[in-house]
């Protein structure tokens, strides 16, 4: 799976959006981009994955680059509750091992 | 309410005594995996199934056995546990082969702190 670079650390204010990027530059072509973040010490939770296409649900946007080099999760409103630990995965569609990284850790502040 | 729980939630233990954490999923996944959390190090995967009766190894799996008897539970099993296996461990499961494509969206566990003194 290709290895993902985050930076270590982002702040955002309450209410604006929150751009989250990650570099994936050794991407292949069958490899998703997922996200998951976790709150203080509680069990990550999913948000979004892609493969190609920007995807969209109801926590957060996932745009892709057209090169699938790098991609940037949004939260389009943050909220304080959004203040968490975020990792950007890549991995096949089918696999074994899931490898997360430090990811990055987003304060939202008041 | 689908969830994966994990039991116990919290464990202090000693040194060499033999100890199971329980996992169990009631959303039908075929794969699940453990993983341990440490400060610094992130989270590391030390087992995985993806299938009853198909387990394989993570990047961590010294020191840990796991078995797959049933599609719902995935025992993490400490023989002899140690110092070094203090740590905070999260139980996941997802879904697995669905038509044409692996769903590889992860669902996790509370997490369980265990402490070997």
């Known amino acids: 799976d290709a290895k993902t670079t985050q930076p270590p650390s982002m702040d955002c204010a309450e209410g604006r959006a929150a751009n989250l990027p990650c570099n994936h530059s050794?991407?292949?072509?069958?490899?998703?981009v997922y996200w998951y973040r976790q709150i203080h010490s509680q069990g990550p939770q999913y948000i979004i994955h892609?493969?190609?296409n920007n995807e969209t649900n109801e926590m957060a946007s996932l745009i892709i680059t057209e090169d699938r080099k790098s991609s940037t999760l949004i939260l389009p409103h943050a909220t304080l509750r959004d203040t968490a630990v975020y990792y950007c995965?890549?991995?096949?569609?089918?696999?074994?091992?899931?490898?997360f990284g430090p990811g990055t850790r987003l304060s939202v502040l008041p | 309410e689908a969830q994966v729980t994990q039991n116990p939630r919290y464990l202090i233990t000693v040194t060499g005594k033999k100890l199971t954490v329980t996992c169990s999923q009631n959303m039908n996944h075929e794969y699940m995996s453990w993983y341990r959390q440490d400060p610094g190090l992130g989270l590391r995967q030390i087992y995985y199934s993806m299938n009853v009766e198909v387990t394989d190894k993570g990047d961590v799996p010294e020191g840990y056995k796991v078995s797959r008897k049933e599609k719902r539970n995935f025992p993490l099993i400490l023989e002899s546990p140690s110092p070094n296996q203090t740590s905070l461990y999260f139980c996941?499961?997802?879904?697995?082969?669905?038509?044409?494509?692996?769903?590889?969206?992860?669902?996790f566990g509370p997490g369980t702190r265990l402490t070997v003194l």
């Open positions: 050794t991407i292949s072509g069958n490899e998703y």
């Open positions: 995965i890549v991995r096949r569609s089918y696999g074994q091992n899931f490898v």
């Open positions: 996941a499961s997802s879904p697995g082969w669905g038509g044409e494509r692996f769903w590889d969206t992860q669902y």
């Open positions: 892609g493969l190609k």
